[in-house]
């Protein structure tokens, strides 16, 4: 676990939104619900010139373990500079407090949420909602970027 700075709250702004993928692989998936699989992955970035941490959440529907439907979105957050202050250790590393890394990956699964639907709509794929997420279960202590 990484030690943890005291950060109380952190300001930050969203300043943008990225579709890192999406695909559809229409030959991978046979038109019916059996063996549909979800998988999650979670990654996050760093701009420590511009004070910018970035969240991107990955998800993978798949069939017969072969992915049919794939999308990544990122969401970048401009950091408030006491709040980045607070973070950085003094390797210049940042440490995101586990809730609220936490907090950033909610913010981008509902972003996610809305892509997909976007991207899906009228089409057979737009039937596959992404269920609610418990992110603590995903990310269960102080997250260090470099």
């Known amino acids: 676990m990484a030690d943890t700075n005291k950060v109380d709250s952190v300001g930050f702004q969203l300043n943008k939104v990225t579709t890192e993928q999406f695909a559809i692989i229409k030959e991978a998936f046979d038109g019916t619900d059996s063996d549909v ?8 970035g760093l701009d420590s010139e511009n004070k910018y941490i970035a ?3 990955k998800i993978q529907f798949e069939q017969n373990n072969n992915p049919f439907l794939i999308i990544e979105a990122g969401n970048h957050f401009e950091i408030e500079e006491s709040a980045w202050k607070a973070m950085r250790k003094e390797s210049e590393n940042i440490i ?8 950033l990956v909610m913010l981008t ?10 991207k899906t709509e009228n089409t057979e794929f737009n039937q596959f909602l992404l269920p609610t997420i418990n992110v603590t279960e995903l990310i269960k202590s102080d997250v260090e970027l470099n």
């Open 37 to 44: 699989g979800m998988s999650i992955a979670l990654n996050f």
């Open 55 to 57: 969240a991107f959440v």
């Open 96 to 103: 995101l407090p586990q809730g609220f890394a936490c907090h």
């Open 109 to 118: 699964i509902g972003t996610l949420r809305g892509i997909l639907h976007s």
